[in-house]
């Protein structure tokens, strides 16, 4: 899309660079963090509380 901030994608171990595109399309709803980032990072926020 226009006007968005890209996202970094770098392929793992064993993937490339079309596998790790399609997984974080996966991963991803209407945020540009994958999910299992976001829920990472809001529990360790709670956490911290």
Do not use: C
Not at 3 to 31: A, Q, W, Y
Request: proline share 8%; no cysteine.
């Amino acid at each position: 899309r226009k006007d968005v901030k890209p996202v970094f994608v770098s392929p793992g171990h064993k993937t490339n660079l079309n596998k790790s595109i399609e997984i974080i399309m996966n991963l991803t709803d209407r945020f540009r963090i994958p999910q299992p980032l976001r829920y990472a990072h809001k529990k360790s926020k709670e956490l911290l509380k």
